[in-house]
C-alpha cells in the first residue's frame, strides 16, 4: 500500500500522484479540463521543493500568462506554508527569454541594455526597411511582412533557415531579403522585437554550447503548463533545454488548443514521446470542476472534432439538483445583455458573488453592450485581458473624430487623431500648432487653419493639414442634417481611418474592424451625435471595479484555465461563432478549432453554463435575421435545457427554439435577405443549404427604424418629474441639460444620469 505522504500529496488522487511524485525523467500529463493539470504543476513544484530536491532558483515553470504566473507562486506559497522566495524562472516563455538573453547578450551581438520593440515601433522599422529597398509600400504593407517574419519566428526560423520559396508571399519573392535587413536594422539599434527573444535564445544555445550546459545544470527540473498551445519555437527552445537533466513535465489537452493561428501546434505533443523515448505519459480522467451535465454537455460537443487524441472524462460531482446546460435565445445583442444582466442580479440576489460569474465572448466588440447594460444598471464588471470596450484605442481615436465634431476646441482629441491615420504631420507641426494656440489663446483647430495660411509650415504639411480642416467643416456641416450614425460613418471613411485598419494585416486589425462596426451599432440607441458622446462621457467616469466584487468579462481566449461557478456564454450565432473567417477557411482546421474554443467556454463552468443566441443582429441599420450556431446542434439533449422565453417586447416568439424538427434549432430562411453583408449572409448561406427546417418567409428582414420605436428612443422629460433608475430607484428631476439629467433620487441622494437610463415612475 503506498505511504501516505505529506498533506498536498495525500489530497491528490492516484494518477496525479504518480505525475506528482515521478520528478525524474520525462513526464507528459495529457488530460481534459478541470481534471487538475496546473494543480498537479503547482503541487509538484511545491513537492520537490519541500523534498529539497532543488532550490526555488533551479526550477523552470512556465505558464501562459503572468497572471498565472503570480497565481501559482501564491499556490505553492500555500501548499508548503511559506511564500516562496527566489522562483525566478516562474513566468511566461517571453519573461523568461528575456531574462536569459539579458545575461548573455554580447553572445548574440546586443548589448544587454537592448530595448524590446512594442509593434508599433515593429511596424515602423519595417516601413524603413521597404522604404530604402524602393518598394511600394501601399502596395506591399509593412504589417503584411510584420506577419510573415512573425510566422517564421514563430517556427524558430532564422533568415538563412528559410525554405527556398517561402519568401514568395512577399515583393514578389523578397520576404527573406526583408527579413534579413530588418534583422541587420535591429542589431543597429541594439533592439529586439518580442518574437526575437526566443528565436534569439535558440541561437545562443546552439552557437554557445557552454551557455547551454550552464543552464541544464541549472534547471533541475522544468514545468510547462498549456502545452498544447506552445508554437515551434517555443517548443525547440524547451527541448534544448531538457536535454541536460530531461526532467521535464508537460501538462495539456490537444482539445484545449486554440492558438493555431498564432503557430502554435498540438503535433508538439506528439513529438514529445518521440523526442523524450521513455516519457512516462500520464491521463487524468477525473474531472473536479464540473457537474456531470456541464461536463458532458462540452465532451459530446468536442466529440465532433475528427482530430483528437480521444479521452474520457468523468465526474463524481454529481448533484441531482445541478441545472442542466442552459440554451436562451434573445431577439438581438441588446436584449441578450439585458436577460443576462438579468440572470445576474438574480444570481446576486440569491447569493452568488459576482467574482464566480462571467461572460465569455467570441469577439470583442461583443462586449460593448454588456459594459453598456452593466453600466446602466450599477453593475460591477471588470474586463480581463484588454481593455474596456471604449477604452481600446480604435474605439478612443474613432470618439476623438466624433468629438472634434462635435467640439471643434476639443485639443486632445484633434492632437490624438492630426496624425491618425498618417498624413505626414509630425510633432513638429503639432508643435507649431500648440504654440500659435496658446500665444493666441484660441483652439488647435483654430490655429491650425490660421497657420496653414502662412508659410510657418512646409508646403506639403500644409496642404494635408489643410484637407483635414475641410473635412472636419464639412461634417461638422453634416450635423443634424444626415442621420448620425451615417454621418459617423462618413467620418471614418473619409478621414482613411477605417481604410488604415482595412490595410492592416496584423491578427488584431479584423477585430479592430469589428469593434468599429460595434461602435456605430451602439450610436443607434441614442438621437444625436452629442447625445452619445455625453453617454461615453459618463461610462468612461466608471470607478474601476478591480478590487471589488465584479463580474468578469473578457473573449474565450483569455479564458483558458480559468473557472467559475456560472458562465454566460453570448453570441452562439454562425459567423460569430463559429467565426466566418474559420468558415471561409478550406478544410475543417478553422472550424474544429472554433469548437475547441466552445469546449474551453463551457468547461470553465463550475456549476451553471448558459449559452445564448440573437436571433437577429443589426447591421448597417437593418435587421438581419440570424443563424444558431451548429454548436447548438452538437450539444446532448440529455443534458441540456432549451429555455422557451417570449421577448420583453412581447409578441415575438423568440428565435426558433422550441422547434424540434429536423433541426432542434430553426435556423435557416433562405428567402431573407436582400440586403448584402458578405459575413452574416454568406453563413446564412451556406447553412441554409444544409438545414431542413421550415422558413419564415420573407418577413424577417425590418427596417431598423420599425423596432428602433420599440428600443425606447430619448424622450422628452420636464423639470420635477418622477423618475425610474434601475440602480437608484425613484427620484425627481432637478435639472436638465440636454439628454443628462440631474435627479434627487429618494434613496440615493442626487444624480446626473442620461434620461435613456431612466423611465417614467
Ligand atoms: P484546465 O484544463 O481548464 O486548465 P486543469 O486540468 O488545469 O483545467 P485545475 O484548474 O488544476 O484543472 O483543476 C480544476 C479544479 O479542480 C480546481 O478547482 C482544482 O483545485 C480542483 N482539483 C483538482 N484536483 C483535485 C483533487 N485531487 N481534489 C480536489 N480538487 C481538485
Ligand atoms: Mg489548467
Redesign the pocket.
Known sequence: APVAGPDYVA???PE?RLAVETTEGPVLVL????????????TRIAHILASQKAWPSQILAVTFTNKAAREMRQRIGDLIGSSVEGMAWLGTFHAIGVKILRRHAELVGLKPSFTILDTDDQIRLMKQVIQAEGIDEKRWPAKQLAALIDSWKNRGLTPKDVPPGEGGAFAGGKGVKFYTAYQDRLKVLNACDFGDLLLENLRLFREHPDVLKEYHERFRYMLV??YQDTNIAQYLWLRLLAQGRRNICC?G?DD?SIYGWRGAEVDNILRFEKDFPGAVVIR?E????STGHILGAASHLIAHNEGRLGKTLFTDADDPDAPKVQVASSWDSEEEARAIGEEIESLQRQGHALNEMAILVRASFQMRSFEDRFVTLGLNYRVIGGPRFYERAEIRDALAYFRVVAQPADDLAFERIVNTPRRGIGETTVRLLYDHARSRQIPILQAADELTQTSEIAAKTRTSLRELIASFARWRNSLGAIKHTELAETILEESGYTEMWQQDRSADAPGRLENLKELIRSMEGFESLEAFLEHIALVMDRDSAENNDAVSIMTLHSA????FETVFLPGWEEGLFPHQRALDESGRAGLEEERRLAY?GI??A?KRALIWFASNRRIHGLWQSTVPSRFLDELPEKHVDVVEQTSSYGGYNVGGIGNYGASRFDRADPFANTYSTPGWQRAQKNRAEGAKSKSYGASRLIEGELIAKSTGSASAYALGERVFHQKFGYGAITEIEGNKLTVDFEKAGSKKVVDSFVTKG
Open positions: 489530497r491528490l488522487n496525479q488530460a481534459g479540463a478541470g481534471t487538475g493539470k496546473t494543480r498537479v504543476l503547482t503548463d498549456e501538462v489537452d484545449q487524468l477525473r474531472n473536479y470542476r483558458k484555465g480559468l473557472e474551453v468547461t470553465r463550475k
